[in-house]
């Protein structure tokens, strides 16, 4: 059974990089499926920041696309999310997910709690 | 972008009653050439993330209970459960996957009365 779990830092500076990774265990990332990050939060609810391949072949969201880089790692089994020039507005709980060829989210990790604030 | 709406935003059922939950997408989420509807249909309870209930508008996910269904095509979509269990409260959620960005609906709360 496929398990995912978010980590990186729980706080992070106005301006900064949000950085977080994604551990897959239970599937290997090579075997395909597409891997996603979303992110939720009182404001502006669930969003879905974007997804990659095991290619490394990725897809993001406009609205989020000029600060966003996500890559894979295959070896580590691991996929991971920047995010730069982060603001208040960046604040919320971030899943990763495992993505079917559709795109519906098959799978959900338990999410982080990003806070932005100096 | 492709805009879910939700109706109601929360809704009070009685245990054993029917609950129905409405998603209207601001575009067809149908794509001709196979002829299905890219929607899904999610349940998240607190402290937990989504889960997946329904995909391709009517087809249940493995393990999730036959008192859930879901029906509609275009643009007007349906979830229903048919006999409301106490484990069934949770916040609802619809997903268009038919084009990028993947939006999705507002959430609808739904508890016992």
């Known amino acids: 059974q496929v398990q995912l779990q978010e980590s990186g830092p729980g706080l992070v500076k106005p301006s900064e990089t949000l950085s977080l990774t994604c551990t897959v265990s239970?599937?290997?990332?090579?075997?395909?499926?597409?891997w996603g990050w979303i992110r939720q939060s009182p404001r502006k609810g669930l969003e879905w920041i974007g997804s990659?391949?095991?290619?490394?072949?990725?897809s993001y969201n406009p609205s989020l696309k000029s600060r966003v880089t996500m890559s894979v790692d295959t070896s580590k089994n691991q996929f991971s999310l920047e995010m730069n020039s982060v603001t208040a507005a960046d604040t919320a709980v971030y899943y990763c997910?495992?993505?079917?060829?559709?795109?519906?989210?098959?799978?959900w990790g338990q999410g982080a709690l990003v806070t932005v604030s100096s | 972008d492709i805009v879910m709406t939700q109706s109601p935003d929360s809704l009070a059922v009685s245990l054993d009653e029917r609950a129905t939950i409405n998603c209207k997408s601001s575009q067809s989420v149908l794509y001709s050439s196979n002829n299905k509807n890219y929607l899904a249909w999610y349940q998240q309870k607190p402290g937990q993330p989504p889960k997946l209930l329904i995909n391709w508008a009517s087809t249940r996910e493995s393990g999730v209970p036959d008192r859930f269904s879901g029906s509609g095509s275009g643009t007007d979509f349906t979830l229903t459960i048919s006999s409301l269990q106490a484990e069934d409260v949770a916040i609802y959620y619809c997903?268009?996957?038919?084009?990028?960005?993947?939006?999705f609906g507002q959430g609808t709360k739904l508890e016992i009365k």
């Open positions: 997910a495992r993505m079917g060829t559709s795109m519906v989210i098959y799978n």
């Open positions: 239970g599937y290997s990332i090579s075997s395909g499926y597409y």
């Open positions: 990659i391949y095991q290619s490394g072949s990725t």
């Open positions: 997903q268009q996957y038919r084009s990028t960005p993947y939006t």
